[in-house]
């Protein structure tokens, strides 16, 4: 039974400090495209909803789940560190199709834009 109960504790403390983590990491800043006006406002993670758009900066943290749609880099490229996913330090190149690279350059083709994963 003492057993059982310290670990019941434990894990009601991991869970405490991961709920914290989580709403830390949700109410970060971030730029999501308003279709409305064709122009990135900024809002917090919690707020945005599958389909919208969002603009991440160089050196910006956020979450695996995001489709590469357009790259500042000419090629198309985006470089990401995954340090926080699998403990690598190194670079992982993700490219964005090159269809999607060539078409999307301003807000209005970016609100313009519909696909389907």
């Not at 330090?89 to 999607?100: A, W």
Request: aromatic share 8%; glycine share 4%.
């Amino acid at each position: 039974m003492f057993v059982i109960t310290v670990s019941a504790v434990k894990d009601i403390f991991e869970d405490m400090k991961r709920h914290n983590a989580d709403n830390v990491e949700n109410s970060r800043k971030v730029l999501r495209l308003r279709k409305k006006d064709r122009a990135f406002v900024d809002d917090i993670w919690r707020n945005l909803r599958v389909g919208q758009i969002v603009k991440i900066r160089q050196d910006e943290y956020f979450p695996a789940d995001l489709i590469l749609i357009k790259s500042s880099n000419p090629s198309g490229l985006a470089y990401i560190e995954t340090k926080n996913l699998d403990g690598e330090t190194n670079l992982k190149h993700k490219s964005c199709l090159k269809e999607l690279h060539s078409q999307i350059h301003t807000p209005e083709h970016a609100c313009n834009f519909f696909g389907l994963v």
